[in-house]
């Protein structure tokens, strides 16, 4: 577990470093990084949804699925209203980038492959409810708490955001069991495979134009790394285990409970003026901890479960 999850990290890594020097030769300007960030918001993430519905339809599964849905709605819930209490005393700009960045986890890549590895199958497809649920709260709260304006949070584009729209889709294909040919499913499998490298790509141009080392000296950055990565997770692992929840459904949601910080904070930064530098030290940072405190985490979540 502690080669796997060290060898996502360090693809993480090489993908920002990517990044970094395209920024450093001038060959990714801030222009071409933004349309970058919108084809990663508006194209890559409904695919990935989409994807990881396209299975045959099995009743066992369903209740496990409710109940997963269940989960991470509640621990989405859970971690926004925690997150009112912290980082009061900062800046408007970074109080939103630390409090979007303890709430929502990289759940897509860092946690479905370790599910695969871990758990099979079947913890990817609890793990594809959570990364369903947190597009739901991203594209709604997550704006809103970005933005700092309602008129993002107008019934019409919430509908049509595309995190909504690739839950949507995804559903109808589980639960209705509709075939895809393949000239519709390669296509958004292709798409799906962009969710990683360009929101890593788009960091390390954001970190090229940053001071990394300032933002290491931010108490206030290393605490949101240390929520994110022990305090929220920990709380999320103690309810789930006194609710009840045990096996494969446990271990996976926690695995997404445990991921750093959703490399989409800096996308969303960078498109509604907020910290970016800030938003990316700590999506970078809390990456890095990340290959410290998920194999830790997770070998206690597998005890408990």
Known sequence: MFINILTQVIILLILILIGFVLAKRSIITK????????????????????????????????????????IAFLTHVLFIVLSKFLFR????????????????????????????????????FYGSSYVAVFNLFTW???????????????????????????????????????????VVSEPIFYMASLNTPLPMIIIGFHLANSDFIKGLKNLNCLL????????????????????????????????????PTAAINTMFSAKFDCDTSLSVNLVSVSTLLSLISMPLLILLAQYLA
Do not use: W
């Open 31 to 70: 222009t071409g990084a933004k349309c970058m960030t919108d084809i990663a918001l508006y194209l890559a993430t409904p695919c990935v949804i989409i994807k990881s519905f396209i299975r045959e339809y099995d009743s066992s599964l369903l209740k496990g699925l409710i109940l997963s849905f269940l």
């Open 89 to 124: 005393n900062c800046q408007e700009a970074q109080k939103r980038v630390l409090q979007f960045g303890v709430i929502f986890s990289n759940c897509g890549f860092m946690a479905l492959p370790l599910q695969q590895v871990l758990l099979g199958d079947l913890g990817v």
């Open 140 to 182: 709604s709260y997550g704006i809103l708490l970005m933005s700092g304006d309602k008129k993002y949070l107008s019934p019409k584009k919430l509908i049509i955001s595309p995190g909504i729209i690739g839950l949507t889709a995804g559903l109808l294909i589980f639960l209705l069991s509709i075939p895809l040919p393949k």
């Open 224 to 259: 949101a790394i240390i929520v994110r990565l022990f305090a929220f997770p920990l709380i999320a692992l103690f309810i789930m285990y006194l609710c009840g929840i045990r096996g494969t459904l446990l271990v996976s949601s926690f695995i997404c409970c445990s991921a």
